[in-house]
């Protein structure tokens, strides 16, 4: 399974998103166009402001775009209504943000089964198992999640979003709130299921986060810029001083106080 | 520091505007009932200082409360002329005025009679205290001979009658219905309203004839002051010339009394409504307790900041104290207004009830205003002070953290403080129903709000069980989303019972009410279908007495095989009134035994008491004692020759012969018949009741019931109070929604990033919405049952301690009280109606990402 199959998870042409008005105005997504290859594990990266984050929520069902279009599989998403659209996350889309993954009220297990739990469905019993081994947390599943580690908040959450296997796993900075030993663990997960077929977008800004992936696909002001395949992490951090320079002049940080 | 409190305050506007409502609300009832207590007070003040003389000289009376029902006492006409001699007496006059007398309208109904009195008057031009105008004719002319009267304005705009017309009147004096003719309409000089009472002006010597049997006499005599000589000198001056048995008064000391007497009467009126006051007030302080416990727990984190900026730990309690301030201001301004609005409401309720308080314009004295204010801050700044205390522990380094927990107070502390407030309430409830201490209500009432106090600080731990059952209950009835509603309410078991505690107020005063009514209800059944003597009861729908003449007639009825007649005197006995009731005991006899256990019933002649067993062990009175009784007509001794048991033809704990009760100076006329009829009679029982009916004829008050009939009339009075009680009390459960509502709304603020996080992993709007509903659900059902579960323990207790008073029957209405249980399931579900669209509303990217 370590053949990357040329069929894509998704497909985005032409998207165009702009926040504000007048002289606010900012072309957060300026005509991006980009496969996503199956099976793949692809980094988005940007600096502050590239419209990565964006990219990332008009792909996954939770922004709209202006105007281009986004197909997950076979479904065009710029012309799904919100019931659909939410539809389309609980069953085909899995997450992990950044912070507050879980829901503070549930065990670790039912977080992890929530979005099955909200569809009406059962686990895969072998899928489950798999899962629970992987991120290696079977003895603390009946805990709260304020009785786990950052990085084990973490773990959990990489497994709600594994286990109801969905075509693709959107991952927006999963090891932004955590120390380089867990991020360690939680990227090393992702590898390990990206190996295993699944088809994982993680938007980062760590080059040692992307030098975990098969691909990275580099934004600047709405832009793809760059697409590198098998990265190693010098390779993204010449890109990266390459494309701060060239966006030096650009006022940061007003595309990403909307998109982030 | 207060700038940024401040700015706070107007960042957070609907939120605190509607924890604001419940004290709008409280301090409404404050204010409003306040200002109609003082305009009823100054309407009456204005009215009977327009029905006083300088001085009035009238027979002495031995009872606080005068003649209500009339009095046969008068004095002589001659007096007038002995008067007029007086140095410094510019002008007398004889007055004669009888109680009882109404108007019927022209749709055959009686005007007035729900407590307003109707007064016929002789007609004279007699000077009020001070010199002004009386009651004079505004329209027409006064009567001057038999057959002509005057009606006050608003009776005959009332009634719908003109000048000219034929007028019909009802008189306890009168067997059937007179009819006179419209010749004048009067009203006040000085612009006084009746309040809902009637008068009625005949010709003096027509009145005399009428209401004084022809004698030359008068009701009272004023006696109006030359200039510069004052009331009471005028009184001193007349005093000596007065025969025993008459008195003479001040113009303002008369006034008073009688404002006094009848501002006394229907202040339960306030009483009531500045309870219900202070029910909206503690729910509401509840709710306040609320809204500033999770509004301080949102804003810790800024409050961490300020003290990392240097705010001191005195500082930052100030700044949260400085906004219950300004909302307990706003609060009470706005409930200051709203209480002009209630007060206004109030009196067109009571102008429908017949207390028609007219031109005179709400009253609004200083003290209202002080008080409005007093108690909205009181109780704002009181409800917040303890989590602007808790502020005080928020460390300035949380300021850096992502989560900051506030710290609470231990659930176990809260424990103890509310197990303490239950057995003090308890304690305070107990001591107040068996030791009947003076002021029972105040023991009570301090009982009972100590125990809904300290279950609302236990509830937490209390509602535990409840909570985890509705957990599991919703998790097998919804799924995940039960699951996570069930989570939810439990997740701040104290927000959610403090929540729930709104509500439980309200509902255990709704349950203990409906307790007590149907219980009163039961008994009224009860007691009726125990004793309710003989076959008919003839009496007057308004209280007050008929004409002898219907009974005689009765008699002669066919098929009326005895027939009793009472008539009472309402009498002053250490202090108390009491009725003194008068009967032939013979008569009694043949329709309820008489049972004599002490003395004889042949020794009761004229002069002397009987008594019933109660009455006798309760004062320690045997035979032969002497009992001093206060009447219309003079403090009278009687000797007590007789105890029976209480009796119920007889009714009254004191029985006395007819002639006793017409020397003491009470009307000659019959208060109750009792009638046992032949049912093998012509028609039957039915047919006896028609040729009944026949003899009361057209006179409207005067009706015959049969049990049935009577049990409704009886049980009539107990329906209209409870419906008026559950009317004001479901404001308080407006005030409890509302709550729910406020909680709900802050929570899911708080929630923000929670509800995005489900909306993102696919939880739709409508499971969503669901959620957020169930959690409502659970508030207002644990509100219910709480509350219901104490109005039970309430209601019992109340009725047990009730028990000598007659209330014997405990009937719980389970009907009534499911009832209130499927309310809170729909006050539940519509709480929930716009936090849930709120939050099904939020956008998912932008929750996510919140703070």
């Known amino acids: 399974m370590t053949t990357a199959p040329a069929r894509p998870a998704a497909r985005v042409r032409d998207l165009v998103k702009t926040y504000g008005t007048g002289q606010a105005r900012v072309r957060a997504l300026d005509g991006v166009s980009v496969d996503l290859a199956a099976g793949e594990f692809t980094a988005v990266m940007g600096p502050s402001g590239s419209g990565k984050s964006t990219l990332m929520h008009c792909c996954a069902g939770l922004d709209t775009a202006d105007s281009g279009s986004v197909l997950v599989g076979e479904t065009e998403l710029s012309t799904l209504k919100d019931k659909a659209l939410t539809r389309l996350r609980r069953d085909r889309i899995g997450f992990v943000f950044q912070s507050f993954n879980l829901v503070p009220t549930l065990t670790a297990g039912e977080n992890i089964l929530l979005p099955l739990a909200i569809a009406g469905r059962r686990p895969d019993p072998e899928l489950y198992d798999r899962v629970i081994e992987t991120v290696g947390l079977a003895p603390r599943l009946g805990h709260k999640p304020s009785e786990l580690s950052g990085g084990q908040q973490q773990r959990v959450a990489v497994a709600r979003a594994l286990v109801s296997r969905p075509e693709i796993v959107f991952a927006d900075e999963p090891t932004g709130n955590l120390d380089s030993q867990s991020g360690a663990e939680v990227l090393s997960l992702l590898r390990r299921s990206a190996d295993d077929g699944q088809t994982i977008v993680m938007v980062t800004h760590d080059p040692v986060a992307a030098a975990y992936t098969d691909r990275v696909v580099f934004l600047t002001d709405g832009k793809v810029t760059d697409d590198l395949r098998d990265p190693d992490r010098d390779q993204v951090l010449e890109i990266m001083a390459r494309t701060s320079a060239a966006s030096a002049h650009v006022a940061p940080g007003a595309a990403e106080a909307q998109g982030a | ?851």
Do not use: C
């Open chain 2, 1 to 851: 520091m207060f700038r940024a409190a401040w700015k706070s305050l107007l960042g957070r506007k609907l939120r605190l505007l509607m924890s604001t409502f419940a004290i709008v609300l409280g301090v409404a009832f404050v204010a409003g009932s306040l200002m109609f207590s003082d305009t009823l007070q100054r309407s009456f003040t204005a009215l009977f200082s327009s029905t006083v003389g300088d001085v009035v000289v009238r027979p002495t009376s031995g009872t606080s409360f005068g003649a209500v029902d009339g009095s046969t006492r008068s004095v002589p006409a001659s007096l007038v002329d002995e008067i007029a001699e007086v140095d410094g007496v510019a002008r007398v006059d004889g007055k004669v005025s009888a109680p009882g007398v109404f108007v019927v309208d022209t749709d055959g109904k009686v005007v007035g009679g729900q407590g307003a009195p109707g007064l016929a008057l002789g007609y004279d031009e007699a000077p009020i205290a001070g010199g002004g105008e009386g009651l004079r004719v505004v329209e027409g002319s006064p009567p001057t001979r038999a057959g002509e009267i005057a009606l006050d304005e608003a009776t005959a705009e009332r009634a719908g009658y003109e000048v000219g017309d034929e007028v019909t009147l009802v008189s306890p004096v009168a067997e059937g219905e007179l009819t006179q003719r419209l010749v004048g309409v009067s009203a006040f000089a000085g612009g006084a309203s009746l309040n809902g009472a009637t008068i009625t002006v005949f010709d003096m010597a027509t009145a005399q004839s009428v209401f004084l049997g022809g004698t030359d006499a008068f009701t009272d005599i004023w006696v109006s002051a030359e200039p510069g000589v004052s009331q009471a000198e005028l009184r001193d001056a007349v005093a000596p010339l007065l025969p025993d048995g008459v008195e003479a008064v001040t113009g303002d000391d008369a006034a008073e009394e009688g404002a006094s007497l009848l501002l006394e009467a229907i202040s339960f009126l306030t009483t009531f409504l500045l309870i219900f006051a202070g029910i909206a007030l503690v729910v509401g302080g509840f709710l306040i307790v609320n809204t500033f416990s999770i509004l301080v727990a949102q804003r810790s984190r800024e409050l961490a900041l300020l003290r990392a900026l240097g705010a001191s730990q005195r500082q930052v309690v100030r700044s949260v104290q400085f906004e219950a301030l300004v909302l307990g201001l706003l609060g009470s301004t706005l409930g200051l207004g709203l209480g002009v609005l209630l007060a206004m409401g109030i009196r067109a309720l009571f102008a429908n009830f017949g207390l028609d308080l007219g031109g005179q314009s709400l009253v609004l004295e200083p003290r209202t205003v002080l008080a409005a204010y007093g108690v909205g801050v009181l109780v704002t700044m009181a409800a917040a002070w303890g989590p602007a205390r808790r502020t005080s522990r928020i460390a300035p380094v949380q300021a850096l953290r992502d989560d900051v927990a506030l710290p609470e107070t231990t659930i176990r502390r809260r424990l103890l403080a509310g197990v303490g407030l239950i057995a003090v309430g308890a304690g305070a409830m107990a001591y107040g129903l068996l030791a009947t201490p003076p002021r029972i209500a105040w023991w009570v009432g301090l009982g009972v709000l100590a125990v809904l106090l300290g279950v609302a600080a236990a509830a937490p731990v209390i509602a535990r069980p409840f909570l985890a059952g509705a957990h599991a209950l919703f998790r097998r009835l919804f799924g995940t989303v039960g699951n996570l509603a069930g989570l939810n309410a439990l997740r701040n078991p104290r927000r959610t019972t403090a929540t729930a505690s709104a509500l439980m107020i309200g509902l255990a005063l709704a349950s203990t009410m409906a307790i007590l009514g149907d219980s009163a209800k039961a008994s009224v059944d009860q007691t009726i279908d125990e004793s309710f003597p003989g076959d008919f009861l003839v009496s007057n729908q308004i209280g007050q007495g008929f004409s002898t003449g219907i009974a005689d007639r009765m008699r002669e009825v066919d098929g009326v095989s005895a027939l009793a007649a009472l008539r009472y005197g309402i009498v002053e006995v250490d202090g108390d009134p009491r009725g003194l009731a008068a009967a032939d005991l013979a008569e009694v006899d043949r329709v309820v035994e008489v049972d004599v256990v002490e003395g004889e019933a042949a020794d009761l002649v004229d002069g002397t008491v009987m008594v019933d067993a109660d009455y006798a062990e309760d004062n320690d009175v045997t035979v032969g004692d002497g009992l001093t009784i206060g009447t219309v007509g003079g403090e009278v001794d009687y000797e007590v020759v007789a105890v029976y048991e209480p009796n119920p033809v007889i009714g009254f704990a004191l029985l006395t012969t007819v002639p006793t009760l017409l020397e003491a100076g009470y009307l000659d006329v019959d208060n109750t018949l009792v009638i046992d009829a032949d049912a093998a009679s012509p028609g039957g029982l039915a047919g006896v009741e028609d040729r009944l009916d026949a003899v009361v004829g057209d006179n409207p008050l005067v009706t015959v019931k049969d049990q049935a009939a009577y049990a409704d009339e009886q049980r009539e009075p107990i329906d209209q109070l409870i419906l008026i009680i559950f009317a004001l009390l479901g404001l308080a459960l407006v005030i409890a929604v509302l709550g729910i509502v406020n909680t709900l709304a802050l929570s899911i603020i708080e929630r923000t990033r929670e509800v995005g996080l489900l909306r993102a992993v696919g939880l739709g709007r409508g499971q969503l919405r669901v959620m957020i509903t169930l959690e409502s659900v659970v508030i207002a059902v644990l509100g219910a049952v709480l509350g219901l579960l104490l109005g039970l323990v309430f209601g019992v207790a109340l009725l047990r301690s009730l028990r000598d008073e007659g209330l014997e029957v405990i009937s719980v209405p389970v009907g009534q009280l499911a009832l209130f249980l499927g309310l809170s399931l729909v006050i539940g579900v519509l709480a929930a109606v716009l936090p849930a669209r709120r939050a099904a509303r939020l956008d998912v990217l932008a929750a996510v990402s919140a703070e």
